[in-house]
């Protein structure tokens, strides 16, 4: 396993892109890619009292993983089109798809600040590539993730096969809720491991 380490250091500002949206807005992450690898993004719903983002239960995590149908220790139950939701709804993944060929967009996480629970200020977003040591990105074809106001304006736009080819997952960065509504605090921190390793660093 490949050793990482976030190149920062304390009082480096991390770099945000202003959401520009209420508390209430809805906006989305989108997940693409064009070959027969198996992607998959994650959220959760996390708590930043100044000493890192936490979870303290399944129901604040979105990840395909997470799901009844696919794991019987799951927390999260499929909605009717094959989406699933966090039991809020303040987080819904458009469905787990197993490979990026002949669609334009793959995945997609929604988020409804209007349903964000109270305390929950921090969003965290990931991608990771099923099975984990299968590939890198730099093997998947066209890999990107786009982050869209509700106007479907984009907003970002990040380029996985080629800024993190030597990982198998990423943390793209945070969904922040400030005062002055929703930012984006971009991490781009790429390692290799499987969800598991991402969720330990949260809870």
Do not use: C
């Not at 202003?18 to 906006?27: G, M, Q, R, T």
């Not at 786009?146 to 096969?161: E, P, T, Y």
Request: without cysteine.
């Amino acid at each position: 396993m490949a050793l990482t380490l976030t190149l920062a250091k304390p009082g480096d500002e991390v770099k945000k892109l202003k959401l520009n949206l209420a508390k209430p807005a809805v906006f989305s992450i989108e997940l693409f890619w064009d070959s027969p690898h198996d992607l998959d993004a994650h959220a959760l719903l996390a708590t930043n009292n100044g000493g890192g983002a936490k979870v303290s239960s399944f129901e604040q995590v979105l990840s395909t993983y997470n799901m009844k149908k696919t794991n019987p220790g799951g927390a999260l139950t499929p909605n009717a089109d094959g989406s699933f939701s966090t039991p809020d709804g303040a987080l819904t993944h458009s469905g787990d798809v197993r490979t990026g060929v002949n669609t334009d967009v793959d995945e997609t996480i929604t988020i409804n600040g209007a349903k964000v629970p109270a305390g929950v200020n921090e969003i965290p977003i990931f991608i990771t590539i099923h099975p984990s040591h299968s590939a890198k990105f730099a093997e998947v074809k066209e890999a990107g993730v786009r982050i869209r106001n509700d106007q479907g304006v984009a907003l970002a736009d990040f380029k996985l096969s080629k800024e993190f080819g030597e990982f198998d997952a990423v943390q793209m960065g945070s969904v922040v809720l400030g005062d002055g509504g929703w930012s984006f605090a971009q991490v781009g921190v790429g390692f290799n491991g499987d969800f598991n390793t991402v969720l330990e660093n949260f809870s």
